[in-house]
Structure formats: structure tokens, C-alpha cells
């Protein structure tokens, strides 16, 4: 394996942060056994109204925190694909599936127009500044987050092929309550 | 805190922060034998990061320019502190050198770093925020990775919530310069203001009597900058108001604002003392099935930023959106609008309706169709020339001949079979070129037509195996002539997929133009990691290819991406 004599500073100081921080992250993984919940932020519903976060909750049951956009094809497959199915997914497991929607201010007014032509049955909320996506370190869209009945993210997921909804089913029936 | 001083010292921006944490976690193991928790609660940290590698061919036919170092790279990782009402956070970037198409400086350091304590009654943020007030015709910060744009302030952010149904907002700082990967070289410009929003039900107190909700808010942004001028009395603080009214219940939502700006003689403005004015509407109504929403904008002179000297995409204060559909088909974004902040008048409408399930018209599983259609024009301008410092004067509804932007776009998505979908779009585009080659949008008459049709069809193979396939076709009279494209993307479930799609422009009007930008892709996707690779010509834009939809710049050679949340 050949190391180049013209690797920079710069990269020498990014590996070297890197590796401390995994480090840092894997040591504090190990002493601290609690599982991230969700962070506290505000985002509007489809009235306009302002939520915050930390009221997410599904009565002791899964929840689904799911972030798309309307320009966002993949996400828009997903969530149609989803609604196909997402009675007999509530009946068998009680989840509950929150769609946030990332779109700005050219797209946000169109959002309930566009939920309600879909016939979307979920639970929409508008992060329009990216409060939520940051907070939650979202990259790209859709990105899939699953929280158990404490509130504690257990699995999450990035991109939507088709068939992709199976897995999260899977997850899903790990921890939802056995009937 | 008095234990963390010695970890403050100045050793490199880099160590400070690996050594902030480090201390952190160090206090917390030595409360552990002091207080004894039960359980010790140490936070959480998360984060996220992205690599986005590239190397460059020398392209004489899509005229690349010259790119000594062969390879670019664009780097970012985010990491994110949370325990109890603290939260902090830092992102680290590099641009080892800059891809082509951003316009950040080659070099990496720390740009967005900050400290939050939040409880129920008072939010506040020092150090580097994003913030929006009402939909951001005077102030908006965000940023787009893919697309490079990121206007954060440096500074102080309050946010009060005590009083049950209002919401005030304190903000004052500076902003990030585009070119910089650092804090450095921030706007000259001192950014302060201030926002109210009042939902009425609650202040008012008869939540529990009306479904309907009714909200009122207020923001006032002000910029100082001083003034070097020779010649000209240039305004030291410039001030923007805005005002805005919102009713929504479950039926129906109405959103408008206002805004005003003082005199601001800019670059982008050609340096008229004119004050702007800004006007957004928007109506809709919806039902289960059904849902329609009509917009209107009028935008005079409102390009509002932190130095006046600024151009482009660089410290721009507000948010003024396209009043035009958001594509991501590859075609349908050839002829991409952007708001005239100078003036244009625009109009858009759009109706989603789903035809039910189990109908002759919807089949088994329903057929959702949607309409929109956009309308822009420039604004009718009267040369001033009683007073020439005043530029030009306008009415509320005139606009000049010349046409921006008009689309009417057709969509209707249907699902065939439990294997098999499909969606179709049919747009007629007319887009005026010579408006984006001009900084202060005086324009030619110089209109594009395009005809774009696209069908993107998935059939289900096995359970886990798709296949995906896209035929895109612009039919266009003028501008680069007619293209064609297809694509095909073959993913399996959950983790890998694969794809290749060529853009070729076989209508260009000289032959040895007519170019194909053809590419290969594949990725390996786990849990929130995402790694891919491709290799080939790409047009600039945004691309929606395994399972996401990025914006990437234009190039031609292999390009490797890494991306993952932990």
C-alpha cells in the first residue's frame, strides 16, 4: 500500500480528528447504554400550528419519523407505497408513521394540497427551515427514522428502492408490542 | 465550568473542539464517583458527514476548464451534542480542492460551530444559526450542501415562548461569505432584527371554540454597513418590514405578506435609491383525494442582502422562491427559473386530485393526477427621469411584454399491479434565456419553447429485485436543439443498486456538438451509510438515482461519494 509523501496538513489533521472522534463516540457508546431520543424541536402541522418534537409519542407504542419532500420522487414512492399498506401495518403493530416534510418556503404552502390529493393518511408536519433535519443530521432525502415505545431511536435509514418498505416492516415488528 | 479552562487554550481549531469533548466526557466519569448516579447520563453525540470525491477529464466538448489537480474534493462532518436543555455542535469542511461548480475557496477549517440551552419558555442560541422569519422575504439563513449554498449568521439567536400563542424572535450577527470554509472574512455587514408571531386562537383564548386557526406576525431586519462612498450619501443602516396574516383549518389554508425595504442603492440593484416592496399570496383548499392551491407574487426591487457589493448566491439576507414547479426528472430541469429580485410579477397553480381506487377511470389501485401550471413576467418599468438616483417607476399590475417563464405541466402516476408502476409528465415550457445572463435582468426578447414528455416506469422483478426505467424527451426549437434521455436502475433490496442513464443532445444545431453526457453508477446502501460510484459526463443539476434525490455540479470522470448518519 503506497502512503503519498503529499498528503497535507490538512488531511493528516482530518484523519486525525476523525479517528479521535470515532474513538470518542465508540468509548462513549460503550459506557453509556442509553439509546438517543428524539431532540426538541419546533415544526408546524398542516393548520399552521407550531409542535414541538418532544410531544412524538404513540401511547407506548412505534413510531415512524420519515423525511421527504415534494420534489423528492423516491420519497414521494415511498410514502404512497406505504399508504397502500399502512392499515394492516397499524392493526398488526400499532405504529405510528410521522412524515416530515422538508420543503421550503417555495414549496411549503402546497404541502396539505399535496398530502390530501395523495390521500396520505399519516401525520405531516413542516420542518421549513431544516430545524428538525439538522438536528436529526439528515444528509439527503427520504431518510427513515425508527423510535421504540420509550422514544429511543432503535434503527434508521437512508434512500427508498422499492422494497425497502419490507425491511421496515421487519424492524418495526422487532419492537412493537406482541399481540 | 472552572475545570475547562485549561482545555481553552488556543492549540488550532481543531484541538479545541477534540479537546472540548474530550474534557466533557472526562467531568462526567469524575462526577461518577463524587455523586454516584444510578445511571450516568453523559449526553449523546451524533452526527453525520459526507465525501464527495471527483476527478476531472479534460472535456473539449463541453468546454471543461482547466483542472490542474486532477481530483476534486468536497467534505463535510457535522457533529451534534445533546444533554438535557444543552445542546452544541460543530461542522467541520473541506475543500481539498473545491468541485467544480461551487465557489468556495480551496482550504478546510470550521465555519458552523455553536452553543444551545433551550427550555420551554426561552431558546438561545450563540455561535452559528439558521433562522427564517414568516416564509423569508426579509430574512431567511439555510443551507443546501449539494447545491453550495449555505448563508448562516455568526452571532446570537433568541427565541422567547413564555406567553402562551406568541413567539418573539431576536437575531443579530454576521454572515458566512460564500467563498469561505471558515469563520473568517464574514459579511461588513452587521445584521440585526426581530420577529413576532401571534397565534390568536391562544392569545385570544377561544382555541376550544374554533378549528380554524388564525396567526398574525411582524419582523423588522435591519444592515449596517458603512459607508465609503466618495461621491454618493449611501444609507448606513438599511431596513426591511414585513408583516403577514395566516388562516388554516382543515380544509382550506391562506397565507400572505407583505414587506417593504428602505432605499438600498446595491450593485445588483444598479445602485437606485428606489425602496423595494414584496407581496406573497397564497390560497388553497383540500380534501381527502383532492387538493388545490393558488399562489400570486409581486417582487419590486427586493434583493436584500448583507454588503451591497455582493453578487449571485452571496450573502443574500432573504428568500424570495421561484413561483414555478420543483422538478427532479432530468429534462424537465434543462430550463431551471430563478426569482428576478429586481421585479417580476408572477402567478402559479396547481390541483393534485386522486382518482379513486376501484373505479373504470382509476383502476384497481386509484390514479393520482396533477396539474400546474406557472406564469412570470417583468415588471413594466417607467425610466425615472425627473430624478435618474430613483431609477424607475412601476404600477402594481403592469408588466411588460416579454414573457419570464411559463410552464403547464401534466403528471399522473398509477400503479398497474402489485409489480408494476408507472408515471408520466407532459410540460410546455417558454423560458426567456437572455434574463440569466444579465445581473440587473434587463431583458431581450429572446424565448426558448420546449415540449418535454417523460414516462418512468418500475416493475417489480421478485421481491427484492427492481427494475426502473425512465425514457425523457425535449422537444426544443432554439436554445441547445432537442434532447433525448434515458435510464435504467436496477436495485436490490435493501442494500445495492445499479444504474446507468445517458443525456444526449441530439437536436444541438452544430453536429459535432451533439453530445452524449452518458454515466454508470452503482452504491451500496446500509442502514444510513450510503456509498457510490460512478463514472462518466453529467450535466449539472439535480439527480434522482438509487434512492435519493442530490444536486450535483457538472463533470466528466469518476466521482465516489461516502455519506452516513450515526
Same mark, same amino acid.
Given at each position: 500500500m503506497l502512503i503519498s509523501k503529499s498528503i497535507t496538513i490538512q488531511m493528516q489533521k482530518l484523519f486525525l480528528t476523525l479517528s479521535s472522534l470515532l474513538l470518542l463516540f465508540l468509548s462513549g457508546q460503550a459506557q453509556n447504554s442509553d439509546k438517543p431520543k428524539l431532540p426538541s424541536v419546533n415544526v408546524k402541522n398542516l393548520k399552521g400550528q407550531i409542535v414541538t418534537t418532544s410531544k412524538f409519542g404513540n401511547d407506548g407504542n412505534p413510531f415512524v419519523i420519515n423525511f421527504w419532500a415534494t420534489w423528492c420522487k423516491p420519497c414521494v414512492l415511498e410514502l404512497n407505497t406505504i399508504n397502500e399498506v399502512y392499515d394492516d401495518w397499524k392493526e398488526e403493530t400499532k405504529v405510528k408513521i410521522i412524515a416530515i416534510s422538508i420543503d421550503d418556503a417555495r414549496n411549503s404552502a402546497k404541502v396539505a394540497p399535496f398530502v390530501n390529493g395523495k390521500s396520505w393518511d399519516y401525520e405531516v408536519y413542516i420542518d421549513e427551515n431544516g430545524d428538525l433535519k439538522r438536528a436529526l443530521n439528515v444528509t439527503n432525502v427520504p431518510h427513515t427514522f425508527l423510535f421504540n415505545g420509550k422514544g429511543e431511536l432503535v434503527w434508521q435509514h437512508n434512500a427508498y428502492s422499492p422494497g425497502d418498505e419490507d425491511e421496515l416492516l421487519a424492524q418495526i415488528r422487532k419492537i412493537s408490542p406482541k399481540k | 465550568m472552572k475545570n475547562y479552562n485549561h482545555c481553552l487554550q488556543k492549540s488550532g481549531a481543531i484541538s479545541i473542539f477534540v479537546a472540548f469533548f474530550f474534557c466533557l466526557f472526562l467531568t462526567g466519569r469524575a462526577q461518577d464517583t463524587t455523586? @454516584?448516579?444510578?445511571?450516568?447520563?453523559l449526553g449523546s453525540l451524533s452526527g453525520s458527514f459526507q465525501v464527495d470525491a471527483q476527478n476531472y477529464f479534460q472535456d473539449s466538448l463541453i468546454g471543461t476548464p482547466n483542472f490542474p489537480q486532477k481530483i476534486g474534493m468536497n467534505g463535510f462532518m457535522n457533529l451534534y451534542y445533546t444533554r438535557g436543555n444543552f445542546s452544541a455542535g460543530v461542522r467541520y469542511e473541506a475543500y481539498l480542492p473545491t468541485l467544480q461548480g461551487f465557489v468556495r475557496n480551496t482550504g478546510s477549517g470550521i465555519p458552523y460551530r455553536f452553543a444551545r440551552y433551550r427550555n420551554d419558555k426561552l431558546d438561545i442560541t450563540l455561535g452559528n444559526f439558521y433562522e427564517q422569519f414568516?416564509?423569508?422575504? @426579509?430574512f431567511r439563513s439555510y443551507e443546501a450542501w449539494g447545491l453550495g449554498f449555505d448563508n448562516v449568521m455568526d452571532g446570537a439567536s433568541v427565541k422567547l415562548t413564555g406567553l402562551k400563542g406568541v413567539v418573539l424572535k431576536g437575531i443579530i450577527g454576521r454572515q458566512r461569505n460564500a467563498f469561505s470554509n471558515n469563520t473568517e472574512n464574514q459579511s461588513e455587514g452587521l445584521v440585526r432584527g426581530a420577529d413576532g408571531e401571534v397565534l390568536l386562537n391562544d392569545l385570544l383564548g377561544f382555541s376550544k371554540y374554533v378549528g380554524t386557526q388564525m396567526r398574525i406576525g411582524a419582523s423588522v431586519v435591519s444592515r449596517y454597513q458603512k459607508d465609503t462612498d466618495p461621491v454618493y450619501v449611501l444609507p448606513e443602516n438599511v431596513a426591511a418590514f414585513a408583516g403577514r396574516a395566516q388562516v388554516s383549518n382543515q380544509h382550506f389554508n391562506f397565507y400572505a405578506e407583505g414587506a417593504y425595504k428602505i432605499n438600498d442603492p446595491s450593485t445588483v440593484n444598479n445602485r437606485i435609491y428606489k425602496p423595494g416592496t414584496g407581496l406573497f399570496v397564497q390560497g388553497g383548499y383540500f380534501e381527502k383525494g383532492l387538493g388545490i392551491s393558488i399562489s400570486a407574487k409581486r417582487i419590486d426591487n427586493m434583493d436584500y442582502r448583507s454588503e451591497r457589493s455582493a453578487t449571485f448566491n452571496n450573502l443574500m439576507l432573504n428568500f424570495l422562491p421561484p413561483m414555478t414547479k420543483q422538478h427532479s426528472y432530468r429534462l424537465a430541469t434543462l430550463f431551471p427559473y430563478a426569482t428576478q429580485a429586481n421585479g417580476e410579477l408572477g402567478f402559479q397553480g396547481e390541483v393534485s386530485y386522486k382518482i379513486p381506487k376501484k373505479t373504470s377511470l382509476g383502476g384497481k389501485y386509484g390514479t393520482g393526477i396533477a396539474f400546474n401550471y406557472s406564469n412570470i413576467h417583468g415588471l413594466e418599468r417607467t425610466h425615472n427621469t425627473s430624478d435618474s438616483l430613483m431609477g424607475y417607476t412601476t404600477t402594481f399590475f403592469g408588466v411588460s411584454d416579454h414573457i419570464y417563464y411559463e410552464e403547464i405541466n401534466l403528471e399522473i402516476t398509477k400503479t398497474f399491479s402489485k409489480k408494476f408502476k408507472g408515471s408520466m409528465m407532459l410540460m410546455n415550457v417558454t423560458y426567456n434565456k437572455d434574463l440569466f445572463k444579465q445581473l440587473t435582468g434587463f431583458?431581450?426578447?429572446?424565448e426558448v419553447h420546449s415540449f418535454i414528455s417523460i414516462v418512468d416506469m418500475s416493475y417489480k422483478i421478485k421481491p427484492k429485485q427492481t427494475l426502473r426505467t425512465e425514457l425523457q424527451h425535449a422537444y426544443t426549437k432554439n436554445e441547445f436543439g432537442s434532447w433525448a434521455m434515458a435510464l435504467v436502475e436496477y436495485t436490490f433490496a435493501p442494500h445495492w443498486f445499479i444504474a446507468a442513464f445517458d443525456e444526449y443532445n441530439y437536436g444541438n444545431y452544430k453536429d459535432e456538438l451533439q453530445i452524449h453526457y452518458f454515466t454508470g453508477q452503482a452504491g451500496f446502501l446500509w442502514e444510513s451509510f450510503r456509498v457510490t460510484a460512478g463514472y462518466g459526463r453529467q450535466r449539472a443539476g439535480v439527480i434522482c438515482v438509487g434512492g435519493v434525490c442530490r444536486n450535483v455540479p457538472a463533470s466528466n470522470g469518476f466521482q465516489v461519494s461516502v455519506s452516513g448518519t450515526f
Open positions: - | 455523586l @454516584i448516579p444510578d445511571k450516568l447520563d414568516g416564509s423569508g422575504m @426579509i431583458f431581450t426578447t429572446s
